[in-house]
């Protein structure tokens, strides 16, 4: 079983859906997770940033960590064509150890 | 502005032929990394650095090494590339503090063909 698992898609959605993006993991002592964004030819941004378990919001993404299930979600409320890329999950299980990607997955928000 | 700094963008080089991907960043960062991108294997973690003089090995650094010697730089080498180091390659670096286990910054990208 792969360290952290994640839908490739493509996912297409109409403007102003509400989008949830998904990863699954394999080892319960992670304890780091985040998000980034990757548009065609350009270098990962992160978009959000999570220790342990819970919810963060900014703006209109939110990050949600289930540990006792062993999954992350990314929801992004509201969404617009700017924000068609691929999302990628990472995990990390503490400092110093390796960044830990998921695949990614493609969205693409039509107008 | 705030940016992590690849060069080239764009190498096309031959087996064996030792090349050096330089990565400068601006942010006064001390957590350095290194990242390739493969079709189907996603992002994957070469070497990494904590602070100048400090690296350690990702997942898979066979056939790389590199440097940090000043904390603003981290070149990436082969020594001899070989065709399936043909890859497309990133450079990250983090702050310390809360966020120094996340990687905060990406360059743009190198896209390396080994023939």
């Known amino acids: 079983q792969k360290e952290v698992e994640q839908d490739p898609g493509p996912l297409s959605v109409p403007e102003g859906a509400i989008v949830s993006l998904n990863c699954t993991y394999s080892n319960s002592a992670f304890q780091y997770f985040m998000w980034y964004r990757q548009y065609s030819r350009k270098g990962p941004e992160l978009l959000m940033y999570?220790?342990?378990?819970g919810n963060k919001e900014d703006g209109r993404f939110t990050a949600q960590v289930d540990k006792s299930s062993k999954y992350i979600s990314l929801f992004i409320r509201d969404s617009q064509p700017s924000d068609s890329a691929t999302y990628l999950c990472a995990i990390r299980l503490q400092a110093g150890t390796a960044l830990i990607f998921g695949k990614g997955t493609t969205l693409s928000v039509s107008s | 502005e705030a940016q992590v700094t690849q060069n080239p963008r764009y190498l096309i080089t031959v087996t064996g032929k030792k090349l050096t991907v330089t990565c400068s960043q601006n942010?006064?960062?001390?957590?350095m990394s290194w990242y390739r991108q493969d079709p189907g294997l996603g992002l994957r973690q070469i070497y990494y650095s904590m602070n100048v003089e400090v690296t350690d090995k990702g997942d898979v650094p066979e056939g790389y090494k590199v440097s940090r010697k000043e904390k603003r730089n981290f070149p990436l080498i082969l020594e001899s590339p070989s065709p399936n180091q043909t890859s497309l390659y990133f450079c990250a670096s983090s702050p310390g503090g809360g966020t120094r286990n996340t990687e905060a910054f990406f360059g743009q990208g190198t896209r390396l063909t080994v023939v």
């Open positions: 942010m006064n960062h001390e957590y």
């Open positions: 999570t220790y342990s378990s």
